[in-house]
């Protein structure tokens, strides 16, 4: 056996290696930082677990309902403003807390690496909240969600739609304990090109790089910010127009490979409840607009209805238009394009100064990105004056 599937499908989700009986998959990255399964052949047996396990090539048969959306905004200022878009994650999470459960998402480690990790109490909530623009390293915690869940503990898994889709089929079975949340995700960039990114923050500021926050609202919710704490007391806050990663990031030249024709572009999903955005607020539902973040819901099972309904008493919260409401969020169902530059970007990004390598590839896909964000300021700006 030397591969699971084919590479450019892979979407380096884990459950294939912590699946395996034999132990003989690891994830190991690739020269671009990627992670991928690579097989120790002289212990594997062929029992073909891992496939049987991988997301891309099990897709799950069940039944995609259409959703039921919904526009809503936490009750909590300081959480929402420390949060992507209107802090209803954090809200869903402190129900399943509360109730002596588990919650699972992207956090960053001692090193500024991200990570899947568990908490367990409010007081560590912080952790997890906030969007992450790097693949995450899900690691084991596919074996501890079910641990948990074995032992009756009620779990809140969030993650990309391929690592909730890797989870369930890894667990392979339904447990009336476990939610899923899952994101409407553009791609996910190599973690080797966020460690270069910090290296050179840290060189131009002498300093090394405390804390990270990919969203940072200071200027405003539509033309967020990459605000960077440092070691020696300094900050670095800029925006999406003139930080070099959230430019690589959105011109698209940095993104895994199976990033740009996702399995999971849809509207209906595995996962009980998908968060997002709500881009057009300010047309659709104005009243729910005040720039500092709305979130997009989308329910689609039973158990999503039920914790989004436990926690309801505690937002502001209406039904949408699905169809509206996707409309400004086209990477529910549409993959991000490939740019003819992308390996030429991530080779020079190695050698060149990263600012240098930015510059060179992305100006282009960066002057289209300005103008949308500019004429979305423009509607909103008149739509409320």
Not at 2 to 31: F, H, N, W, Y
Not at 143 to 161: I, Q
Not at 166 to 194: A, E, M, Q, T
Request: with cysteine; proline share 3%; aromatic share 10%.
């Amino acid at each position: 056996m030397t591969e699971i599937l084919e590479r450019q499908k892979c979407t380096g989700c884990g459950a294939c290696a912590v699946a395996c009986p034999k132990k003989c998959i690891t994830m190991q990255s690739d020269g671009d930082g990627f992670l991928y399964p690579v097989i120790e052949s002289s212990l594997c047996v062929d029992c073909g677990i891992c496939k049987s396990t991988c997301p891309v090539i099990a897709k799950s048969e069940k039944d995609m309902n259409t959703p039921e959306a919904f526009v809503a905004v936490g009750a909590d200022e300081k959480v929402r403003m420390n949060s992507s878009s209107g802090g209803v994650f954090s809200a869903l999470a402190k129900e399943v807390l509360k109730d002596g459960g588990v919650v699972f998402g992207a956090a960053f480690n001692d090193d500024l690496e991200v990570v899947h990790t568990a908490v367990e109490t409010v007081d560590e909530l912080y952790k997890l909240r906030g969007s992450k623009y790097v693949q995450s390293k899900t690691g084991n915690c596919f074996a501890l969600v079910s641990e948990f869940l074995e032992k009756g503990r009620r779990v809140l898994f969030s993650g990309t739609p391929c690592q909730v889709a890797g989870l369930k089929n890894y667990l392979k079975k339904d447990y009336p304990n476990l939610i899923s949340l899952d994101f409407i995700c553009h791609g996910v960039p190599s973690p080797d090109l966020w460690k270069r990114y910090v290296g050179f923050c840290e060189k131009r500021t002498g300093s090394k790089v405390k804390t990270a926050n990919f969203r940072d609202k200071s200027e405003s919710w539509g033309s967020f910010s990459m605000r960077l704490a440092f070691e020696n007391g300094s900050v670095q806050c800029q925006n999406l127009h003139k930080d070099f990663y959230l430019r690589a990031f959105l011109s698209d030249v940095a993104l895994r490979e199976s990033c740009y024709d996702c399995s999971f572009k849809t509207v209906g999903r595995v996962a009980d409840i998908t968060l997002a955005d709500y881009w057009d607020v300010s047309k659709i539902h104005p009243e729910m607009f005040d720039n500092k973040g709305t979130s997009l819901l989308l329910v689609h099972s039973k158990a999503g209805a039920g914790l989004l309904n436990a926690v309801s008493d505690g937002m502001e919260i209406k039904p949408t238009d699905l169809n509206r409401a996707l409309k400004s969020n086209s990477a529910a169902v549409k993959s991000a394009a490939r740019p003819k530059m992308r390996e030429n970007f991530l080779a020079d990004a190695k050698t060149l100064r990263f600012n240098k390598a930015v510059n060179k590839y992305c100006d282009g896909y960066y002057k289209k990105l300005f103008k949308r964000v500019i004429r979305r300021l423009k509607r909103t700006v008149f739509k409320n004056s």
